[in-house]
């Protein structure tokens, strides 16, 4: 996840492994559950939100998608 490392840097191994525990429950995490995740991590809401936007088209790569929703190849 060399993107996501770029984005956040400076993420410890043990806040990685919360955002990767979070993103395997919900991809898209909204309201509460971003601030919550957000304040377990120690990062803002925004920074959260951009990793799971990474991470999500790191994924969607993954299953053979195009990288971002509302592709005709979808």
């Known amino acids: 996840?060399?993107?996501e490392d770029k984005e956040l840097s400076?993420?410890?191994n043990d806040q990685?492994?919360?955002l990767e525990d979070n993103f395997r429950i919900n991809?898209?995490?909204e309201g509460t559950s971003l601030m919550l995740i957000a304040a377990e991590v120690g990062v803002s809401e925004?920074?959260?939100q951009?990793?799971?936007k990474l991470r999500i088209e790191k994924w969607r790569k993954e299953q053979g998608l195009p990288p971002t929703i509302g592709?005709?190849?979808d």
């Open 50 to 52: 951009r990793w799971f």
């Open 27 to 29: 991809r898209y995490p």
């Open 16 to 18: 990685l492994q919360i």
């Open 10 to 12: 400076g993420l410890s």
């Open 1 to 3: 996840m060399a993107s």
């Open 71 to 73: 592709s005709v190849l």
């Open 46 to 48: 925004e920074d959260v």
